[in-house]
């Protein structure tokens, strides 16, 4: 008398899946996760977006899983339209102590009215201190 297999889509079956060394199906991750999440701590939290969004595509990578095509495409979309947004930042002026600095970190001589404004940031600092000590 053999017993009757779970059907796909249970945590069974998806514990067959991985005892067979099988990867399992996207109906069995699906109930593993329905069923991880019903176990969890954190129970008030809402139940995990679903296949085909961002939020989705990131769960795959948290969970070390690969994935699948419609969250791939998820985050492409995402990407096409937040990575535009981050952009390389504006370069510093120049006649500014910013802009002196940038000079010393690209290793270059720096301009006369960047050393003209960090000489005057460091005659201010300077004056700032001999204040606050003389108070």
């Not at 996207?26 to 139940?47: F, G, I, N, Q, V």
């Not at 995990?48 to 939020?55: D, I, L, M, R, V």
């Not at 769960?59 to 981050?86: N, Q, S, T």
Request: charged share 35%; with cysteine.
């Amino acid at each position: 008398m053999s017993r009757e297999l779970k059907p796909c889509g249970t945590m069974a079956a998806y514990e067959r899946h991985l005892r067979a060394g099988e990867t399992p199906c996207d109906s069995c991750r699906a109930a593993r996760r329905s069923y991880m999440h019903k176990r969890s701590p954190l129970k008030d939290t809402p139940e995990p977006k679903p296949c085909g969004t961002y939020a989705a595509y990131r769960r795959h990578k948290v969970y070390g899983e690969d994935p699948c095509d419609a969250c791939r495409e998820a985050f492409r979309i995402y990407r096409r339209k937040w990575e535009p947004l981050k952009g390389a930042p504006e370069p510093l002026p120049c006649g500014t102590k910013a802009g002196y600095q940038r000079h010393t970190r690209a290793g270059e001589q720096a301009c006369q009215p960047c050393k003209d404004a960090n000489a005057k940031a460091a005659r201010d600092f300077r004056a700032r201190r001999a204040a606050e000590r003389a108070a």
